[in-house]
């Protein structure tokens, strides 16, 4: 082989074929990069075909024979240390509670409801459910009345809700590990998280210094604005995220 070849077949490996070479210093632009959508593709192309070969190429040199891990046994080392720091940690809480026992209020009284009932924080979003009965339709062919009581309806919701948390680990199979590689369900994770807290603002309703319409409506607004941000900023990431990965791991080892 000529020292000629040679110098063309490694400009085509690091090439999209026009003989254009990314800077070593900087990343491509943008529109640089969508310019060069086949040597993008081609990069990636050799990558997964280097890490297919290179795998293959270790299992058949590797001469690693499985012996037995030596460690600590359960009993009396790991046993010990964890009753030593569970019996600590439940000395600290209790000398907390005796020094400084928590305040206690008046008993409540049975015969006035509050004005403010609110659950603990972490079950906002549920008890904001429970509020959504200007969602519950009126039928007509039923002289105007609802299906089924506002009560009812927020059950429902609850049901719904959990059970599209419950199906997205089923239907999402994919192995990528960082939001920018499946902008997609990044985006539908980003909307689930805003609307777990605006409808958590919602269940105070009666505590917010807004118009209760507005909040309504922000409610369901606000989420579907968040996903879709996310997913078109994650999107345009994309691209030059597995651009930058490609060219590192070039760079750290070159084709043969």
Known sequence: MTDNQST???????????????????????????????????????????????????????????RDVLAFPTWPHETVRNLSIASFFIGMMMFLASTMPPHIGPPANPGSTPAIILPDWYLYWSFGL???????????????????????????????????????????????????????????????????????????????????NLAFDLTFLLPVVAGCVTYAVL????EGYMYDLNRRYYRLRPPK
Do not use: H
């Open 8 to 66: 063309t077949d490694e400009t085509d490996a690091r090439t999209d074929g026009s003989g254009i070479v990314a800077p070593d210093d900087e990343t491509p632009t943008w529109s640089e990069r969508k310019e060069r959508r086949q040597g993008l593709a081609q990069l990636t192309y050799e990558y997964f075909e280097r890490s297919r070969r290179e795998d293959q190429d270790l299992r058949q040199e590797s001469n690693y024979v499985e």
């Open 130 to 212: 429970l509020k959504l009965g200007p969602l519950n339709p009126n039928l007509s062919i039923i002289g105007g009345q609802k299906l089924m009581a506002d009560r009812t309806y927020g059950v429902l919701a609850n049901v719904v809700v959990v059970g599209i948390i419950a199906i997205v680990p089923f239907l999402n199979k994919g192995s990528a590990r960082r939001p920018v590689e499946q902008p997609f369900w990044a985006a539908v994770g980003m909307t689930g998280v805003v609307f777990a807290f605006t409808i958590s603002v919602y269940s105070a309703k009666n505590l917010l210094p807004m118009n209760v």
């Open 235 to 238: 999107k345009t990431m994309r």
